[in-house]
């Protein structure tokens, strides 16, 4: 492809790119649909072109960004160019779709982490305790209002409000967590159909019981469970936060692992459906069969089981 045609191409993606933006930035209602399309640009492009054009890609589509919005657009054009790079760079390697949702998470997950960041340190502002603070005065106000309706609201329940309110910084990694799954599955999905229209590439997501995560997972946890033992847990600095968030990541793919790998032991020895989800259920309401599920989970990683299992059979 030569390189007038490269450059007529980009043009009519970065055009592409700047409508959908638009729409993102000043149309409420179709933004939301349209927040999950601003990665595809940025898909084809690492499909067919270098990493290098998809980087200078970013870097017009952030100017673009600026101009259809304010300097405060510019961290949606970086999350969501970065997650299209990292699902197009593993599409056009021919890599799993489990190791880009894996990848994406991780993009979605850090790239967040960062916005968080550089709001603290360029606009002087903890968004965790600015929100904490308007929960707080919210609730304050709802009480009041209760007071003046005649409701009365006892000191143990607001104590019990206010000991829920404590805990949320504790479940901020949870919550990014999950929203960052969420999100990388909504971004993959989104992409899946143009992947197939304009390129030769497929994305295609393998059966449940047939998920095999790669190895590096294991001592990826095995690092950052080293590293907990070094934290302090009454700090709740952001380099806390990121171990605690890539701990249950990590946590949360080795019991997947687990879950996937007595779905396939069901299926090797016929004990049909009904089954692994029975496990499924009674384990997730049992955190004792949970931690079983999780051993389970890294001994799938850590050595040939389902071969022997298969072998046995």
Known sequence: ?????????????????????????????????????????FVLVMIKESISWSIGFLAVASVLGIIIGTILSLPTVLLTGVMGIVIGYHVKHNKSTIQMFISSVLAFT??????????NIILDMNVVDETLTMVEESMETSFD??????????????????????????????????????????????SQPFIKRFS??????????????????????????????????????????????LMFILQLFILLQGFSLIFYISYVKGWGKFVPILITVVSLLNPIFLTIVRILGIIDLGFPFREAITKSK
């Open 110 to 119: 850090a790239g967040s982490l960062l916005i968080l960041i550089a709001t």
């Open 200 to 245: 030769d590439k497929v994305v295609k997501w393998p059966l449940f019981r047939e998920l095999r995560l790669p190895k590096s997972i294991l001592w990826y946890y095995l690092i950052i469970l080293v590293a907990t033992f070094f934290m302090n847990t009454d700090d709740h600095s952001y380099v806390n936060m990121a171990i605690l968030n």
């Open 1 to 41: 492809m030569n390189k007038g045609k490269k450059i007529a191409e980009g043009g009519m993606l970065l055009a592409l790119y700047s409508i959908l933006l638009f729409i993102t930035i000043h149309i409420p209602f179709l933004g939301m649909i349209t927040f999950f399309l601003l990665p595809i640009p």
């Open 145 to 190: 209002m209760m007071d003046m309706l005649g409701q009365n609201v006892t000191d143990d329940m607001k104590q019990q409000m206010r000991d829920s309110i404590e805990m949320i910084p504790m479940m901020i990694p949870s919550m990014l967590v999950i929203s960052a799954m969420v999100m990388a599955y909504i971004f993959i999905l989104a």
